[in-house]
């Protein structure tokens, strides 16, 4: 994914994961990197589905306001969604929009992402 704004370059990254290093990764991990980055459970969306936010009145991270022009939703839409099971068809591929979302939320790599998610503890969530 490309975003440019008068020649300057927002994220570009191309993106080759593991697929069953994501398949791997526990709904409670995921949490639990969530958690420690800020992230808070804001609603839960049947079936399975997880809201997290920011804290509110958080401003959006320099390198993400850099393009004035463009509505800040379209950008950012100021969540992400997580899965609770591992049982869905589709978990890996809705990881890896997770994963995406975090990494250009965090201005990093995915699979630097994924990996900091990996080494998490893959207990299951209470």
């Known amino acids: 994914?490309?975003?440019?704004?008068?020649?300057?370059?927002?994220?570009?990254?191309?993106?080759?994961?593991?697929?069953?290093?994501v398949q791997a990764l526990t709904p409670a991990q995921v949490e639990t990197y969530l958690a420690s980055k800020g992230w808070t459970k804001a609603e839960t969306e049947p079936p399975g589905g997880q809201i997290w936010t920011r804290p509110d009145h958080e401003p959006l991270p320099p390198h993400l306001t850099a393009l004035p022009e463009y509505k800040p939703h379209l950008v950012w839409p100021g969540y992400v969604k997580s899965l609770t099971s591992t049982r869905f068809r589709d978990y890996a591929a809705r990881i890896c929009e997770l994963l995406l979302a975090l990494a250009l939320f965090e201005h990093r790599l995915v699979a630097d992402v994924l990996a900091d998610v990996r080494a998490l503890p893959a207990t299951e969530i209470p």
Request: cysteine-free; hydrophobic content about 55%; glycine content about 10%.
């Open 1 to 21: 994914m490309t975003l440019i704004h008068g020649g300057m370059m927002l994220v570009q990254q191309y993106v080759f994961l593991d697929i069953d290093a």
